[in-house]
């Protein structure tokens, strides 16, 4: 899990000033929707963000798959110029059981431009029963894994 508890200390106290202050490549946010919408002439986006699902009975007795679709949707920053990077997304059932594994290429940042969204789609999840589904992303740091975030889906019913 990230430990951010350093930063929120830190903007607690009252601090005006930038907790990061180094160049780099950053994770700013990322979120899990039902649907996105993205504006053809300004590139802005509506997300439609989901928290929770019911499964609906089902006609099979044991479900195989939660039906999507999903999208994780991040926002990345980069300050440090030109820049290619990549990340993973991991999905995690209930049970701990790893659902999906996933490494994705990021587009690459040229300057002037500063930020961009990543999407990835998975339209359906393997059925882990009822419970809470984690979607954490990470990247590669320094040959060492960093954790960016853990967007949790919580689905409920058979």
Known sequence: ????????????????????????????????????????????????????????????PTPSAARGPFDLVTLWYSDVGTVAFSYKVKVTGPSGRVLADTDVAGPEFHPPVLRTRTRLRFPALPHDGPGVYWFCTMRLVDGQEVLDAEVPLELNGA
Not at 4 to 19: K, Y
Not at 28 to 37: A, E, H, Y
């Open 1 to 60: 899990m990230a430990d951010h508890r350093g930063a929120a200390r830190w903007f607690a106290a009252g601090s005006t000033q930038r907790a990061y202050t180094a160049r780099m490549l950053r994770h700013v946010w990322s979120v899990l929707c039902n649907q996105v919408f993205v504006d053809p002439e300004t590139n802005s986006v509506a997300l439609a963000v989901v928290e929770s699902r019911e499964l609906g009975p089902s006609a099979e």
